[in-house]
């Protein structure tokens, strides 16, 4: 084709970092730090207290008040978080899902301050409020966790969210359907596009049916609902996978809601790549898997992404530092601005090729949205655990690839030799102090103490009241913002109406279909035999203390325990310590074993090997799986943890057997070779 004029040139994507941490003062200058560099969007990153809707004061809160993101308790610390940066100017991605309306009527509230102080309309400010919460839910019951409501009222509050946003910010997209997080838990491509089209055709069947938006104006509900992807190292499969979305989107939205503007039915979505193939084995490595990653989701000018946030190449070790990010953030500007990628119409049309794999995921795809849709849609399919199970299958079946050497992973499974890198050792990683968590407490007890109460418990009567009736909860969210509510307590109030939930682990119903290896099978004998040795089965018990919502591991570790014979008692995420050892004494379980990836270890994992000493069952090994430092491994194993295990053992019978060992070990019993 001719070379194109500098008016055809495509417009580079918005640039973003995911980035917060530790409060809302040292994550304002980070954001300011970051746009200086020329980052051209706010990606938050919110903490595990904040997503799941606890104060920093609360029980579930030990230690992980601002390990994974910055803390907002109330309209104060938004006020901070953002100082000195005009939200009306900004664009600004949240990642926050069911505390979404909390913390998007805290951001509207301060536009509104920061409008009345430039004498501005705060009405025409707020209109001009550009960005996008995530407010998934359905991907949090089937993946990251961070869910706190029952389904069908979690899916009230994006329906108001989206209605109330449609109406009076209608720059704002109000949910960002992510298949980013399904791809994490083991989602094929055809799944990834299936189960996120499913959950768009449930946000947008509620939105049409709640009646709160007339039916002639479902094309603007619809052009305002983006999607966040994931783009793996396969990255011409991934580019597939983003142009089969395009062709779905355009038809579900065309045939279901009849929008015939073809402008308002535009597949727009955002990615992080793919975080789940980063390595802690040869980390540097993951510097060329993202730039990969990154093609996937830009090559293709017709399903090019419209926002693109990398992970740092240590994010595998722990939290990044600025210098990480911004080593990120240049990745992409080199893309766009020194290399001719926008400079061309698609370069992908007409390749029969390509045309062949968009096809297929196309069919695959339809294939899946129709069964999840003749089982009642995709709420149903979480309350089943159906689509939960057919993740935890998918990744089982990635992980069994992976340990058989089928699917090289570089560094990992091959060519795994390697020399010292420069990159690593001591400050490789950003670290939360220990006293974050105790200023956040402090400080949220001094936000209460100067507040006015009377206001606040008004605005939280309104609210339950509105909850109790099929009002649409904004106003009254706002109201509770402008009063100086706590995320803790707009929560909470929610929860006494609607009740909290625990979803499906999918842990049950997942096979490790295909796996027969000779050292799986001799595993087996070992767990029988140390059973027999001992009186009866082998039980684990697998725990998830914290608020950290990623089970992932959990679960794959569950899977492969159950197949290698032992009893495995899961109970899914979000336990405090003290639940943990009382169902370790209850269950009579000879090891435990916890997983944490949000960097709450060394505060909770000594906890539940002290509560089992003071259970009477210090005899009861604690074995440890997740992103654990060499120097927190070290204080772990310290404190009595038998065993830490981290990303580089990534083979799941090998832990299975050292689990053995150590069970034969705190028994008494002499280890037999495995």
């Known amino acids: 084709m001719p070379y194109p004029t500098d008016d055809e040139r495509d417009r580079p994507w918005v640039m973003r970092t995911y980035a917060g941490h530790s409060s809302a003062a040292a994550s304002n200058l980070l954001y300011r730090r970051n746009l200086a560099k020329g980052q051209t969007g706010l990606s938050v990153a919110f903490d595990l207290p904040t997503q799941t809707g606890y104060d920093p004061d609360h029980v579930l809160s030990r230690g992980e008040v601002g390990k994974v993101g910055v803390p907002v308790s109330h309209i104060g610390d938004m006020r901070q978080l953002f100082d000195g940066i005009p939200l ?133 509900v619809v052009a305002r609902i983006s999607f966040f992807v994931n783009a793996g190292v396969r990255f011409v499969e991934e580019m597939c996978k983003m142009r089969a979305f395009a062709e779905l989107w355009d038809e579900v939205t065309r045939d279901r809601y009849s929008v015939e503007n073809a402008k308002h039915r535009r597949f727009r979505y955002g990615v992080q790549v793919n975080s789940l193939g980063l390595t802690e084995a040869q980390p540097e490595n993951n510097v060329q898997r993202i730039v990969l990653e990154m093609l996937a989701v830009s090559l293709s000018r017709k399903a090019r992404a419209r926002a693109i946030q990398l992970p740092a190449w240590n994010e595998a070790l722990g939290l990044p530092r600025p210098w990480d990010q911004q080593w990120a953030l240049r990745m992409q500007q080199v893309l766009a601005y020194e290399t001719d990628l926008l400079e061309y119409e698609d370069i992908f049309d007409g390749s029969p090729v390509i045309q062949s794999k968009v096809d297929e995921i196309v069919t695959g795809a339809r294939a899946e949205i129709a ?51 420069p990159l690593e050792g001591e400050g490789v990683i950003e670290t939360i102090k220990p006293e974050v968590e105790r200023e956040a407490v402090e400080a949220i007890e001094r936000w209460r103490a100067q507040r006015n109460e009377s206001e606040v418990d008004k605005a939280l009567e309104l609210l339950t009241s509105a909850a109790r009736t099929d009002a649409n909860l904004m106003d009254a969210t706002l109201q509770c913002a402008r009063a100086g509510v706590t995320t803790g307590e707009w929560a909470g109030a929610l929860r006494d109406v609607f009740g909290e939930y625990r979803a499906p682990t999918g842990v049950s119903g997942a096979s490790a279909g295909g796996e027969a290896s000779g050292e799986l099978a001799t595993v087996r004998d070992r767990v029988r035999a140390t059973g027999d040795e001992l009186g009866g089965r082998l039980r684990m018990l697998v725990g998830k203390p914290g608020l950290d919502g990623h089970s992932n591991g959990a679960e794959q570790i569950a899977v492969r325990a159950r197949d290698v014979g032992f009893e495995v008692v899961y109970q899914g995420i979000r336990l405090t310590p003290e639940q943990i050892v009382a169902a370790a004494v209850q269950e009579g379980v000879h090891v435990v074993g916890l997983s944490i990836l949000s960097g709450s270890h060394l505060a909770v994992v000594p906890q539940v090997v002290d509560g089992l000493r003071a259970a009477g069952a210090g005899d009861v090994p604690v074995v440890v799986g997740g992103i654990v430092p060499p120097q927190d491994a070290q204080v772990l194993r310290e404190r009595g943890v038998a065993r830490v295990f981290t990303p580089k053992d990534y083979e799941l019978t090998e832990i299975m057997n050292e689990i053995v060992d150590v069970v034969r070990a705190a028994n008494g019993i002499p280890t037999t070779s495995g």
């Not at 926050?96 to 409008?115: D, K, P, R």
């Not at 992976?402 to 795994?416: C, K, Q, S, T, W």
Request: aromatic share 8%; charged share 20%; hydrophobic share 40%.
């Open 371 to 421: 069964r999840v849709q003749e089982m009642g849609g995709a709420v149903a399919a979480v309350e089943s655990g159906y689509m939960k199970t057919q993740l935890v299958s998918s990744l089982v079946e990635r992980r069994r690839r992976i340990e058989a050497g089928e699917e090289v992973v570089v560094g990992v499974n091959r060519f795994d030799t390697t020399e010292e890198s």
């Open 88 to 220: 009306a100017e900004a664009n600004t991605s949240m990642t926050i899902n069911a505390t979404a309306m909390w913390l998007f009527a805290l951001y509207v509230s301060l536009a509104q301050e920061q409008a009345d102080a430039d004498g501005a309309d705060w009405h025409e400010v707020v209109a001009e409020l550009a960005g996008t919460t995530q407010n998934d839910i359905i991907k949090e019951y089937l993946s990251r966790g961070t869910y706190v409501f029952p389904p069908g009222p979690s899916l009230r509050l994006i329906t108001d969210m989206v209605a109330w946003t449609v109406a009076n910010v209608p720059r704002w997209n109000p949910t960002n359907i992510c298949s980013y997080h399904l791809q994490e838990a083991g989602a094929t491509p055809v799944q990834e596009v299936a189960y996120a089209m499913c959950t768009a055709i449930a946000v947008l069947d509620a939105v049409r049916d709640s009646g709160q938006v007339p039916r002639d104006k479902m094309g603007d």
